[in-house]
């Protein structure tokens, strides 16, 4: 595979990334493809209407931050001597330095774009992520200095605010859902720092995602580069149907491949950041994983849909009653995919709302009703583990050698006291349980969404689906802590 790499809009910083096409060079500082309108549509003749209806709302952005520089080292040559002379500017990493480090101003470059008349503007948050200072450019020559009113890391967007004695021209959201494969767009920024450019191009993709918990992208082939993340991808009725934020390239430079972060991901945060200057998501307080083929046949489901619990520490789900073992299938009226399905629909979701929760819980449906809390203040929190009883005991289950936890073991792994289930000792390598991932050291907590304390919790659990013509038994393993359903084949 071509190694690439991620390189961001400004000279501040780059990273390794792994995009949705494996790894590659992603550049957050740059600019997406565009993107057209629900419905069937020529190609145009022309995108300078369009180009010349939209710019005046489409700015460039310089940031200005204050960075330290390392004093020079001392010469290693005394004063007078003539080496000094001969090697003024050589550098002697290793001799002691002189005087204080030195500040200096870096500065980098993007786009965005107004919305409001009353000077609200969007960017990327990296385009503007430490700066001390932040200036816009307009299409016609005009520049303000810029306050910062919020930022969302987890979406790379952030809310900018000038002020003008007169209304300023703007550009509204789209109905980015309204995108489709192939429709017309086109991107509007400052690319390489050489000014207002436009570049034009389709949709080639919709519902990306790289690395964030809430990205939807669109992907496009506008040609986009460094210096125009932050800027609109615009449909051809003007309107933004997202933010160009990325591009995937193994040298830094448009090859087709952009992302924009789609404008009804944009169009909430923005409203938060106006509103509170900060995010405010709804939060569940469950962990979750997605359901296989397997696991809906060992949970006995009609389908492989829904988003498995696999945990309900001490939050809002458990309050209402949620279990490890639930499957969402449905939150606040709406139909429940799968768990990235029900991740955006509970941040959507406002903090302190109560909605009603439909889970499958033991083959029939059961409602419950949830306040939600704030994710950005309970993120970080320890997660409870289970309490139960251990008892001594050792047995083989299904090419797996178990054994109750005892006193030993729990300090061994680094358990809280009082934490029950079956430890693999052991484990037979061309066993299905094997190929299923479980390792030497895992933790069975649950079995058929039982708990299991002893072998003979386990063995009842395996006979039992067996009865009930089930080929797969559901258990619950913790690794390092963290929960994890598996479908055990036992046949």
């Known amino acids: 595979m071509t190694r690439l790499t991620l390189s961001l809009p400004t000279p501040r910083a780059s990273r390794l990334v792994k995009g949705v096409l494996g790894a590659a060079m992603i550049s957050t500082a740059l600019a997406m493809a565009p993107v057209t309108p629900a419905f069937a549509r020529a190609a145009p003749d022309s995108f300078a209407d369009l180009a010349e209806k939209v710019s005046p709302a489409v700015v460039m952005i310089t940031t200005t931050q204050t960075v330290s520089t390392p004093a020079q080292p001392q010469s290693p040559f005394p004063e007078g001597s003539p080496f000094s002379d001969l090697f003024p500017n050589f550098p002697f990493p290793n001799m002691p330095q002189n005087g204080p480090k030195q500040p200096r101003h870096s500065q980098a470059l993007g786009s965005g774009f107004v919305i409001s008349e009353d000077g609200y503007i969007v960017t990327n948050n990296h385009v503007i992520e430490n700066a001390d200072e932040i200036q816009i450019e307009f299409y016609g020559g005009q520049k303000m200095d810029a306050k910062l009113i919020g930022t969302d890391p987890k979406t790379d967007i952030a809310l900018l605010k000038v002020t003008s004695d007169k209304p300023l021209p703007f550009v509204p959201f789209a109905d980015s859902d309204g995108a489709r494969v192939g429709d017309w767009v086109m991107a509007m920024g400052n690319p390489l720092g050489q000014g207002f450019s436009v570049s034009a191009g389709i949709v080639s993709a919709r519902n990306r995602e790289l690395s964030g918990t809430y990205d939807d992208y669109l992907q496009t082939d506008a040609a986009i580069n460094r210096g125009n993340s932050g800027g609109p991808l615009f449909n051809m009725d003007g309107q933004v149907v997202g933010v160009n934020t990325a591009i995937l390239s193994p040298n830094g430079g448009s090859i087709g491949i952009g992302f924009s972060m789609a404008s009804n991901v944009v169009r909430k945060v923005v409203d938060q950041l106006k509103q509170y200057g900060e995010t405010r998501r709804g939060w569940l307080g469950v962990k979750i994983q997605e359901i296989t083929p397997d696991m809906a046949d060992a949970m006995s489901l009609p389908k492989a849909e829904g988003a498995l619990v696999s945990e309900v520490p001490d939050g809002p789900a458990k309050a209402a009653g949620m279990l490890a073992g639930d499957v969402i299938v449905n939150f606040d009226g709406g139909e429940v995919k799968n768990s990235r399905d029900l991740v955006k629909r509970v941040a959507d979701a406002p903090v302190g709302q109560a909605v009603r929760v439909v889970v499958m819980r033991g083959g029939k449906e059961q409602t419950l009703l949830v306040t939600l809390g704030r994710r950005e203040t309970a993120e970080g929190e320890a997660v409870p583990a289970a309490v139960t009883k251990p008892t001594e005991a050792q047995g083989e289950v299904l090419g797996m050698t178990v054994v109750p936890l005892n006193d030993e073991l729990i ?72 929960p994890r359903f598996v479908a055990l084949p036992i046949e």
């Open 411 to 482: 300090q061994e792994l680094n358990l809280p006291a009082g934490q029950t289930g079956l430890v693999i000792q052991n484990i037979d390598e061309t066993s299905g349980a094997f190929d299923k991932g479980l390792r030497q050291g895992d933790l069975i907590v649950e079995a058929g969404q039982q708990p299991v304390a002893e072998i003979s919790d386990l063995q009842a659990q395996v006979k039992a689906s067996k009865e009930a013509g089930r080929k797969s038994l559901l258990i619950l393993v913790r690794r390092g802590g963290e």
